[in-house]
Nanobody, 115 residues
Framework: QVQLVESGGGLVQPGGSLRLSCAASGSVFGTYAMAWYRQAPGKQRELVAAISKNGSTNYADSVKGRFTISRDNAKNTVTLQMNSLKPEDTAVYYC?????????WGQGTQVTVSS
Protein backbone atom coordinates (compact mmCIF):
# COMPACT_ATOMS: atom_id res chain seq x y z
CA GLN A 1 0.00 0.00 0.00
CA VAL A 2 1.24 3.46 -0.91
CA GLN A 3 -0.29 6.69 0.37
CA LEU A 4 0.24 9.84 -1.65
CA VAL A 5 -0.20 13.39 -0.36
CA GLU A 6 0.01 16.33 -2.74
CA SER A 7 0.81 19.92 -1.82
CA GLY A 8 1.71 23.19 -3.49
CA GLY A 9 -1.43 24.04 -5.42
CA GLY A 10 -3.01 27.46 -5.40
CA LEU A 11 -3.95 30.52 -7.40
CA VAL A 12 -1.39 32.02 -9.77
CA GLN A 13 -1.49 34.60 -12.53
CA PRO A 14 -0.88 33.64 -16.16
CA GLY A 15 2.83 33.38 -16.80
CA GLY A 16 3.55 32.50 -13.20
CA SER A 17 5.00 29.37 -11.63
CA LEU A 18 3.98 26.77 -9.09
CA ARG A 19 5.75 23.76 -7.66
CA LEU A 20 3.69 20.71 -6.74
CA SER A 21 5.04 18.07 -4.42
CA CYS A 22 3.84 14.56 -3.71
CA ALA A 23 4.98 12.78 -0.58
CA ALA A 24 4.70 9.00 -0.61
CA SER A 25 4.59 6.61 2.29
CA GLY A 26 6.40 3.30 2.33
CA SER A 27 9.95 2.16 1.84
CA VAL A 28 9.54 0.90 -1.73
CA PHE A 29 8.91 4.27 -3.36
CA GLY A 30 11.91 3.82 -5.63
CA THR A 31 10.34 0.79 -7.32
CA TYR A 32 7.25 2.70 -8.48
CA ALA A 33 6.75 4.67 -11.65
CA MET A 34 5.28 8.05 -10.74
CA ALA A 35 3.16 10.52 -12.63
CA TRP A 36 1.06 13.65 -12.40
CA TYR A 37 -2.41 13.73 -13.92
CA ARG A 38 -4.89 16.57 -14.04
CA GLN A 39 -8.61 16.93 -14.44
CA ALA A 40 -10.34 20.13 -15.43
CA PRO A 41 -14.09 20.65 -14.87
CA GLY A 42 -16.11 18.72 -17.45
CA LYS A 43 -13.04 17.02 -18.89
CA GLN A 44 -11.41 13.62 -18.57
CA ARG A 45 -8.39 13.09 -16.39
CA GLU A 46 -5.24 13.37 -18.49
CA LEU A 47 -1.59 12.52 -18.08
CA VAL A 48 0.60 15.57 -17.54
CA ALA A 49 4.03 14.07 -16.88
CA ALA A 50 5.53 10.74 -15.85
CA ILE A 51 8.85 9.55 -14.50
CA SER A 52 10.04 5.96 -14.38
CA LYS A 53 11.80 4.40 -11.42
CA ASN A 54 15.04 4.97 -13.36
CA GLY A 55 14.30 8.64 -14.01
CA SER A 56 13.12 8.56 -17.62
CA THR A 57 10.48 11.20 -18.23
CA ASN A 58 7.69 11.95 -20.66
CA TYR A 59 5.29 14.85 -20.96
CA ALA A 60 2.00 15.76 -22.53
CA ASP A 61 2.56 17.90 -25.62
CA SER A 62 0.66 20.74 -23.98
CA VAL A 63 3.21 21.12 -21.17
CA LYS A 64 6.48 20.26 -22.88
CA GLY A 65 9.08 22.93 -22.26
CA ARG A 66 7.07 24.43 -19.40
CA PHE A 67 6.73 21.64 -16.81
CA THR A 68 9.44 19.47 -15.27
CA ILE A 69 8.87 16.29 -13.28
CA SER A 70 11.52 14.99 -10.91
CA ARG A 71 11.81 12.50 -8.07
CA ASP A 72 13.90 12.08 -4.96
CA ASN A 73 13.86 8.44 -3.95
CA ALA A 74 15.71 9.16 -0.72
CA LYS A 75 12.94 11.53 0.37
CA ASN A 76 10.04 9.58 -1.19
CA THR A 77 8.90 12.63 -3.14
CA VAL A 78 7.99 13.51 -6.69
CA THR A 79 7.80 17.12 -7.80
CA LEU A 80 6.20 18.94 -10.69
CA GLN A 81 7.70 22.33 -11.47
CA MET A 82 5.25 24.33 -13.55
CA ASN A 83 6.41 27.47 -15.34
CA SER A 84 4.74 29.83 -17.81
CA LEU A 85 1.34 28.76 -16.55
CA LYS A 86 -1.70 29.32 -18.72
CA PRO A 87 -5.40 29.54 -17.84
CA GLU A 88 -5.89 26.19 -19.57
CA ASP A 89 -3.60 24.59 -16.99
CA THR A 90 -6.35 25.15 -14.40
CA ALA A 91 -7.31 21.76 -12.98
CA VAL A 92 -7.07 19.45 -10.02
CA TYR A 93 -3.64 17.81 -10.16
CA TYR A 94 -3.25 14.24 -8.93
CA CYS A 95 -0.17 12.28 -8.00
CA UNK A 96 -0.10 8.67 -9.24
CA UNK A 97 2.07 5.69 -8.42
CA UNK A 98 2.18 2.42 -10.34
CA UNK A 99 4.03 -0.87 -10.20
CA UNK A 100 2.87 -3.89 -12.21
CA UNK A 101 -0.78 -4.37 -11.17
CA UNK A 102 -0.78 -1.94 -8.24
CA UNK A 103 -1.74 1.70 -8.72
CA UNK A 104 -2.45 4.46 -6.22
CA TRP A 105 -3.81 8.01 -6.40
CA GLY A 106 -3.43 11.02 -4.19
CA GLN A 107 -6.37 13.18 -3.16
CA GLY A 108 -5.51 15.98 -5.59
CA THR A 109 -4.53 19.62 -5.29
CA GLN A 110 -6.24 22.52 -7.05
CA VAL A 111 -4.27 24.71 -9.44
CA THR A 112 -6.01 27.83 -10.71
CA VAL A 113 -4.39 30.11 -13.28
CA SER A 114 -6.26 33.38 -13.51
CA SER A 115 -5.71 37.10 -13.52
Amino acid sequence: QVQLVESGGGLVQPGGSLRLSCAASGSVFGTYAMAWYRQAPGKQRELVAAISKNGSTNYADSVKGRFTISRDNAKNTVTLQMNSLKPEDTAVYYCYAKKVFNAFWGQGTQVTVSS
